[in-house]
Nanobody, 123 residues
Framework: QVQLVESGGGSVQAGGSLTLSCTAS????????IAWFRQAPGLEREFVAA???????YNADSVKGRFTISRDNARNTVSLQMNSLNPEDTAVYYC?????????????????WGQGTQVTVSS
């Protein structure tokens, strides 16, 4: 089993920044991918960014140029630096782990999920 714990959510004004962190514990998994998804009320879960074991990264078009995902395999931690936040970024952000390289970008390919952390951006 792998446990994922997110941290770093909160409230910020439009134009501000936040950094989310996801720490994995439990079974050590090599060649895994970790992604961030988000879900706003009434909407489906949406891909945000993902990073593979050796660093390949993908960002959703909606966050390109604003969000940066990074990974520290030694510390089992993935971070999401979010800049130039706007109210449309308001959602619960989830960290997820896939047992494959890639990284994949669809929720069904991710086996382990964190509990989520709320990000609220006010105008």
């Amino acid at each position: 089993q792998v446990q994922l714990v997110e941290s770093g959510g909160g409230s910020v004004q439009a134009g501000g920044s936040l950094t989310l962190s996801c720490t994995a514990s439990g079974r050590t998994v090599v060649s895994s991918s970790i992604a961030w998804f988000r879900q706003a009320p009434g909407l489906e879960r949406e891909f945000v960014a993902a990073i593979g074991w050796n660093g390949p990264r993908y960002n959703a078009d909606s966050v390109k140029g604003r969000f940066t995902i990074s990974r520290d395999n030694a510390r089992n931690t993935v971070s999401l630096q979010m800049n130039s936040l706007n109210p449309e970024d308001t959602a619960v952000y989830y960290c997820a782990l896939a047992l494959m390289a890639g990284p994949p970008t669809t929720p069904r390919q991710y086996v382990y999920w964190g509990q989520g952390t709320q990000v609220t951006v006010s105008s």
